[in-house]
């Protein structure tokens, strides 16, 4: 089986640019959460999706959206980029209805905004 | 809120020593606790869970027991290895805003282990 795989693995942009990440999930998995991890910081939840829809969200501000398709790959876009977005994103996939012993995660894209 | 609270690192010990990471909790309801275990250049891995009160949750040596009346989740291997370098995170379960549930970290801690 493919684990969860995310692109591009390192990216640098610019204050005020916009960036979009991509994950594709785990075979057989049906939903995707993203997480933002600050260097030296645990990760931090961005939102989740199913089924297309976004069905809970972390303290982070409209600029940060996302997309779930219906191959349950997902993007993560981020608007007018500020510094503190520098970070680690981690992608992370799991199969509705199982535990979070089943949540697997990609290797995660660091993004440096300069 | 949730929280989770970590001992601070780096922490550096030679090959075989005991090792403990201290993790305390803040939660509304009854969270169940995880470590995760990050290697470099990796994903997080699932290292061992512990679902309600008294549960002791063990993989690969390392053990951790749900402590409620301290709120606490300490991880800990009688005999470490140099393959155990890693970033060690505690956290818990809580539900997002939505349906979803969210994990929420610690800050983490970093192991070193000499040969």
């Known amino acids: 089986e493919t684990g969860v795989t995310q692109s591009p693995t390192h990216l640098i942009k610019t204050r005020g640019q916009q960036v979009t990440l991509r994950c594709s999930s785990q075979s057989g998995h049906n939903t995707v959460s993203w997480y933002q991890q600050a260097l030296g910081q645990g990760p931090q939840f961005i939102f989740q999706y199913y089924r297309e829809e976004e069905n809970g969200r972390g303290n982070f501000p409209p600029r940060f959206s996302g997309l779930q398709f219906p191959n349950y790959s997902s993007e993560l876009n981020v608007n007018a980029l500020e510094l503190d977005d520098s970070a680690l994103y981690l992608c992370?996939?799991?199969?509705?209805?199982?535990?979070?012993?089943?949540?697997?995660f990609g290797s995660g894209t660091q993004l440096s905004v300069l | 809120g949730n929280s989770v609270t970590q001992m601070e690192g780096p922490v550096t010990l030679s090959e075989e020593a005991f090792l403990t990471i201290n993790c305390t909790y803040t939660?509304?309801?009854?969270?169940?606790l995880f470590w995760y275990v990050q290697y470099p250049g990796e994903g997080l891995q699932l290292l061992l869970k512990a679902t309600k009160a008294d549960d002791k949750g063990s993989n690969k040596g390392f053990e951790a027991t749900y402590r409620k009346e301290t709120t606490s989740f300490h991880l800990e291997k009688g005999s470490v290895q140099v393959s155990d370098s890693a970033v060690y995170f505690c956290?818990?379960?809580?539900?997002?805003?939505?349906?979803?549930?969210?994990?929420?970290f610690g800050s983490g801690t970093q192991l070193t282990v000499l040969p």
């Open positions: 956290a818990l379960t809580a539900i997002s805003s939505g349906s979803a549930r969210q994990l929420t």
């Open positions: 939660a509304t309801g009854y969270p169940s």
């Open positions: 992370a996939s799991s199969q509705t209805g199982t535990g979070l012993e089943k949540l697997f």
